[in-house]
């Protein structure tokens, strides 16, 4: 066991030192972040904590013999930071969703710090939209009518890019530290070391707090103020999709209090993933609601 547990120490101390580089030089290699967030968090139940530093340090400097100060930066703020304080946060007891949150902070930085770069992916986005609505192969599938539409909907998505995309940035970000997280605790569990579980999803619920979060980001969005509306509206979109989350967990519960058939069930969420406009507005208010009067008496279980 001992000479196991050496053997994954040291893979898992590699995997630090190496996946962090690789996505700081090589930005389409972000699914290694669920490498980094795994590694990091075991690492940190395991207390390998002076190894666990090494490791960071020596990725940050590689990052910077490779490619330079800029990418260093990138992997020190955009990849190592977000991990260490989601793994400290659930070292300390604290749950997910916190951990979660607290790293929009470095990840925001990062988009602000790389606003350049973010501004060149920004603008291929942009294009590629731009140049889908003007392009040849839609008129053999779209009537005359159809294609105009189409290509409005499309220059629609491209003019107002700046109002979801560093929210889309900043999402598929926290999607690979989410399951990183959970990776990683689930290799934790596996070694017999002890950690707060995450919650069973049909248990997952929104904070109250979030419904202040809510308001001022719809304060901004109404205020007038161009750069004000622009962050407004991401951090919406942030809170859309956190709060669809939740209403999701919401939905679950209550399909299988009522027994539904698992073929039920995924009727019901093909029925969503369909029509999703309709379910990108009742599954956040449903989640806002239950946030506010707790239909499943999750703080009455919690607190007694």
């Given amino acids: 066991m001992a000479s196991a547990s050496r053997s994954w120490i040291g893979i898992g101390l590699a995997a630090v030192a190496v996946s962090p580089v690789l996505v700081a030089i090589y930005p389409g290699a972000t699914l290694l972040l669920i490498v980094v967030m795994a590694g990091v968090l075991v690492l940190r139940f395991w207390e390998q904590n002076t190894a666990l530093g090494l490791a960071l340090l020596a990725a940050v400097v590689a990052s910077w013999a490779v490619a330079g100060v800029g990418h260093a930066i990138y992997c020190l703020v955009g990849v190592i930071l977000p991990a260490v304080i989601l793994a400290e946060v659930r070292k300390r007891g604290f749950g997910l969703s916190l951990g979660l949150l607290l790293t929009v902070l470095p990840l925001a930085a990062t988009v602000l710090i790389f606003r350049r770069f973010v501004t060149t992916l920004y603008d291929l986005f942009v294009l590629t939209l731009e140049s889908a609505a003007a392009s040849p192969e839609l008129r053999g599938f779209y009537s005359a009518q159809q294609l105009e539409m189409a290509a409005d909907y499309l220059n629609w998505w491209a003019a107002h890019a700046?109002?979801?995309?560093?929210?889309?940035?900043?999402?598929?970000?926290?999607?690979?530290?989410?399951?990183?997280?959970l990776a990683g605790e689930y290799i934790v569990t596996r070694?017999?070391?002890?950690?707060?579980?995450?919650?069973?999803?049909?248990?997952w619920k929104a904070a109250e707090w979030?419904?202040?979060?809510?308001g001022i980001?719809?304060?901004?969005?109404l205020s007038g103020v161009h750069t004000l509306e622009v962050i407004?509206?991401?951090?919406?979109?942030?809170?859309?999709?956190t709060f669809s989350i939740f209403g999701l967990s919401l939905l679950e519960f209550y399909m299988r209090k009522a027994r539904l058939p698992?073929?039920?069930?995924?009727?019901?969420?093909?029925?969503?993933?369909i029509t999703q406009v309709v379910a990108g507005v009742l599954l956040p208010l449903a989640a806002l609601f239950d946030a506010k009067?707790?239909?499943?008496?999750?703080?009455?279980?919690?607190?007694g």
């Fill in 162 to 181: 700046a109002y979801y995309f560093p929210a889309v940035l900043v999402m598929s970000f926290l999607g690979y530290l989410f399951f990183g997280a």
């Fill in 191 to 203: 070694s017999d070391t002890f950690i707060k579980r995450v919650a069973p999803f049909t248990q």
């Fill in 210 to 214: 979030l419904i202040i979060a809510v």
């Fill in 217 to 221: 980001a719809a304060i901004m969005i």
């Fill in 232 to 241: 407004g509206w991401n951090v919406l979109i942030l809170l859309i999709v």
């Fill in 262 to 273: 698992v073929g039920v069930r995924i009727l019901v969420y093909l029925a969503l993933f």
């Fill in 293 to 303: 009067y707790d239909f499943r008496k999750i703080r009455a279980k919690r607190f």
